[in-house]
């Protein structure tokens, strides 16, 4: 089974720190994707990977930037948290050659900035 | 821009009942179509999908979903619901502008009376 890690279930920070969120995929996947998901708009797409050291900006990207070093890893930062960046994260990877092939998610980053 | 919606954020049904949840999507060509169910506390699953063909298409755990170009529609369908069924679900269509992304409707969490 394919499987998606995100290193924390749920995280605290306050206001102006920086924040490392990590997502692991064991499958081999070229392509990963970071959604924020927040109530009544869905899931909306801040940054993705086609390759290693490879990003796009996805629909809401401000406030945010990624780091692809391994093939397996795909880490979202926050540079500076605020409060408006409270929200669910989702990581998700899919198989090659496949745009049209499922996306493949974590459980989540439930992240609380105060 | 390809756009879905869904109309209804919240739906409650008996068990036993059949369920229906809508979701239109704008698109100018035969639109890639999706819908995932997330569980409370998971990730995102994919439920079923549809490029072409046969309209009806038939998902994992009962479902199925209908695809109808002239009402512009993908809704998903069981004709019994299980309390295990009590999620929140996405309705989904793949982005063709540049590269290609999916782009989620803003969701329907569905209640089940027992």
């Known amino acids: 089974d394919v499987k998606v890690t995100q290193s924390s279930r749920y995280l605290v920070k306050r206001t102006g720190e920086k924040v490392f969120l990590e997502c692991v995929q064991d499958m081999d996947h070229e392509n990963m994707f970071w959604y924020r998901q927040d109530p009544g708009l869905g899931l909306r797409l801040i940054y993705f990977?086609?390759?290693?050291?490879?990003?796009e900006k996805g629909d809401i990207p401000e406030g945010y930037s990624v780091s692809r070093e391994k093939k397996e890893r795909f880490s979202l930062i926050l540079e500076s948290a605020s409060t408006n960046q409270t929200s669910m994260y989702l990581c998700?990877?899919?198989?090659?050659?496949?745009?049209?092939?499922?996306?493949?998610f974590g459980s989540g980053t439930q992240l609380s900035v105060l | 821009a390809q756009s879905v919606t869904q109309p209804d954020i919240h739906i409650t049904v008996s068990e036993g009942a059949s369920l229906e949840l809508r979701c239109n999507y704008s698109?100018?060509?035969?639109?890639?179509l999706f819908w995932y169910v997330q569980s409370p506390g998971q990730g995102l699953q994919l439920l079923l999908k549809?490029?072409?063909?046969?309209?009806l298409v038939q998902g994992i755990k009962g479902f199925e979903a209908e695809f109808k170009r002239s009402q512009s529609s993908f809704n998903l369908r069981k004709p019994s619901v299980h309390w295990s069924d009590a999620a929140e679900y996405f309705c989904?269509?793949?982005?063709?502008?540049?590269?290609?992304?999916?782009?989620f409707g803003q969701g329907t969490r569905l209640t089940i009376n027992p």
């Open positions: 549809y490029f072409s063909g046969d309209t």
């Open positions: 998700a990877s899919r198989p090659p050659p496949g745009d049209l092939d499922e996306l493949f």
């Open positions: 990977s086609y390759d290693v050291k490879m990003k």
């Open positions: 989904a269509v793949v982005r063709i502008q540049g590269a290609q992304k999916l782009v």
């Open positions: 698109y100018g060509a035969t639109p890639y």
